[in-house]
């Protein structure tokens, strides 16, 4: 019987597909598309986005109200401090300092839920931290919470910095109670640092109170008897 001849563009097409098998089958399957492979918003190491900012419309002790760029309001609790209450020692000079440094400005916040409420990590856009303002300024003690293995070390030193220093609540006459009476603290100068009224700064040499003017040289009269009226006038100034 006659032999067939094979087409040559037959053995070509089928020599092709054969070594198509093989290299898939050493390669595992096909590259990735590159669109996919570069695409780094799906990286886990994508940049964040910005920290959601407020404006810090009051503060009660260590709970602040915050409300957001849309009016949103919301109140939470700044970590890591304790400010002493209005009628403890140093407390009013603490709620001043506290509503003059924050109220009505611009802040970031870091927020953690808790089951004693909202607690955040309050800084302002140059990355002053709140809390530890309040502590390095003595108008806060330091108060471990959830926030303390990420920012206690931090705070603990800036409280210390203010015990060192003797700085608001440290010094006289609360020297770090801030449970003590309001009394003990009243003669605290205000946290705007101006003396009370009435009251010289410290190192001012108060002048004494003038003296009052000389009084006047006194004039007495006597006045002789009539019948001596030939010695001389009836009456006379000495």
Not at 62 to 89: M, S
Not at 93 to 110: C, D, I, M, P, R
Not at 117 to 124: M, P, Y
Not at 221 to 235: E, F, S, V, Y
Request: aromatic share 6%; with cysteine; net charge neutral.
């Amino acid at each position: 019987m006659p032999k067939r001849h094979v087409p040559i563009w037959l053995k070509i097409t089928v020599g092709g597909f054969a070594v198509l098998f093989v290299l898939s089958a050493l390669l595992g399957g096909s590259p990735a598309p590159a669109n996919v492979a570069h695409d780094t918003t799906m990286s886990p190491t994508a940049t964040s986005a910005p920290p959601v900012r407020y404006t810090a419309t009051g503060i009660a002790g260590t709970t602040v109200k915050l409300t957001d760029t849309g009016g949103k309001q919301l109140t939470v609790r700044a970590a890591g401090i304790e400010l002493p209450l209005e009628d403890n020692c140093y407390g009013t000079e603490s709620a001043q300092w506290a509503s003059n440094f924050l109220t009505g400005k611009e802040v970031t916040a870091k927020m953690l839920d808790t089951p004693d409420g909202t607690l955040a990590v309050i800084a302002f856009p140059d990355g002053t931290n709140f809390s530890m303002a309040a502590l390095r300024y003595g108008n806060a003690k330091y108060v471990a919470d959830a926030f303390a293995a990420t920012y206690g070390p931090a705070l603990q030193a800036a409280e210390s910095s203010a015990k060192t220093e003797k700085a608001g609540l440290w010094g006289p006459p609360c020297d770090g109670q801030i449970d003590a009476p309001a009394q003990a603290s009243s003669t605290l100068p205000p946290a705007s640092g101006a003396p009370p009224t009435g009251v010289a700064p410290p190192n001012t040499t108060v002048a004494p109170p003038p003296a009052p003017p000389a009084a006047p040289p006194t004039t007495r009269t006597t006045c002789r008897p009539p019948q001596d009226h030939h010695r001389g006038k009836p009456c006379e100034n000495q």
